[in-house]
């Protein structure tokens, strides 16, 4: 791709000036926000799905980094085992998931809701062990491959660093999701029943509304939107039974530091935060794996409720 | 904001504090009896079992049973839930580990390094985690052990994936050899009876009904004057502690400390073993954390994989089973009220 010669140019001077600077060649610092970005879109993409849960159910849904990988698995299996592409996968995984969401929500989850909500917890902890135990026993811990989609293979040379044409197509899709999301919920009629009803369900169902139906449909979207972080990850990322447990835990200390209460929080705490990851593996590699940890921490002094989170 | 729902279900539980006051004294005498009971029982069986189990499967059972009762004086009794107790046991593990191995501690001082493993780390943790409630406080403390486990595997004197490995058990107060199976699991069992002890004061002392009123109804306890953070950060600190006591314990007991230790499964372990046992009984720990570690040990011949087993018996427990095995015979043993 070619971009403007002015702009190019521009490109360059910025490039030399942080070879100056900071003694760091251009590529790697580009190159580790890109995957910093990356990491970013998805942590966005599973916090969105947490926040729209809990804000609904007031439930931690502990599954979450097993249906990511869920996600993953089935994309896999549909090619593996039928012959579907990664296209129709993009649309088949996440409602996979979503229903596998949804049987949880009906069968389980249902009877915790008078309880207090760590039991919530606790349930879908102990299914994520279950899903991803069993994932385990048929497939190994060795991973399977997923090749990128013909479409989306090669990528753009900029001056600065190479920008690989499937990351950017992450990147697309995770931002056209969460913001579409955001809509929905904020902006719709229909996101205005679902905010509603997380106020007084009780005064909602009063109106004839049916407040137990969008609840289960609120998880399974929630869910579903775990299964799409999962579509995008096979290709990328290696695709094991255990690729989520891990990710799971950093998407919760980004969402105790965006804060709870708010969907745009959590977006946009999640692209911050793996941006800072990325730039903590430039200037820092060692603390690269905890520096997300400690900016919870920090932030818990300082705002216990979190960045954009209302003390309730 | 679950104050309400979380008193329900305690009371409904019924092993709670407002349980014993609205029976007056018979009832906590009874406990008291049934306390007295269960100790004259368990003790003499717990000295001779090592001649008819092995030992070192009979010392894993109390360094678990030891770090799920301290667990259960925070949850249990303070209602607040941890899932990050891993990183106490575990980073007590190394430190203890570390201690005999390299700077050649005595084992009574190792152990001891490894309980100010537990209160230094609980201290740093409480002071982050109390200011969050409920469900936040599981998932901060959470993160907060992720953050021990990435430093046990990246910091230089814990042998990264292969941790530290052969610690020499040595000689427990100059006198009595511990690599002999036999004189450790008395050594262990000693301490693990003054830890109990311990849990059980703490409990039933002023401080525990003041822990328990918070638990119920935090609020009031405000309201009353309560320092309520104060209290709830000793508990957190002491249940830190004890934890780190059995974490030391055990990497003694395995020669071994490793990532097992720090994972966060642990953590999911030890909330499993309590659950099961009964939470907020004084026995209900140590009674599911036999049962884990005795499943455990079976199960691992058979092909179905533990964390499957784990998981099952969590939604089970969390379904149908709230009151945990103790909880649930309290339930039966008490007079009916109402």
Redesign the interface.
Known sequence: MLLPSRFSRMLEVVSAMIMDLLGIPPQVLFGQLLIGLINGAFYALLSLGLAVI?GMM?V?NFTHGAQYMLGAFVTWMLLAYLGIGYWAALVLAPIVVGLFGIVIERT?LK??Y??????G???T??????????F??WYGVSGQRYAIPAELTGGYLLSFMFLPTYRAWVLVVSIVVCFGTWYAIERTRLGAYLRAATENPTLVRAFGINVPLMITLTYGFGVALAGIAGVLAAPIYQLTPLMGQ?LI??V??V??IGG?GSILGAIITGYALGLLEGLTKVFYP?AA??V???V??VV??IR?AGLFGRE? | ??AT??T??RVETGAGAADAAAAGRPSMSLAKKLGWAVAIVAVPLLVVAPHYFYPVFLMKALCFALFASAFNLLLGFGGL?S?GHAAFFGGAAYVSAHAAKVWGLPYELAVLMGAVTGFGLGLVFGA??I??Q???F???T???A??VY??A??LPFTGGEDGIQHVPRGVFLGVIDLNDNLNLYYVTLGIFLAAFWLIYRTVHSPYGRVLKAIRENEPRAISLGYDVDRFKLIAFVLSATLAGLAGGMKAIVFQLASLTDVD?HMS?EV?LMT?LGGMGTIFGPAVGAVLVVTLQNYLARID?????I??????V???LF?RGIVGELEALLKPRRR
């Open positions: 809990f007031n931690i389980m009877r915790l008078h309880l207090d909500h760590l039991y917890l606790l349930l902890f102990g299914i994520a062990l279950i899903v991803e135990g069993m385990r026993y891990n835990i950093v919760f200390a969402v105790v709870m060692e794996n905890i997300i940890f400690v919870m921490a818990l002094l216990p309730k | 904001m679950t729902s979380e329900a279900e839930l899932f982050i985690a200011r969050r409920g469900i936040y599981a998932m901060v959470l993160a907060l992720q953050m990435f430093l595997l990246q966060w999911g909330v659950l179905i994989p533990v964390p499957v784990i998981g099952a018996i969590f939604v427990c969390v379904l709230r």
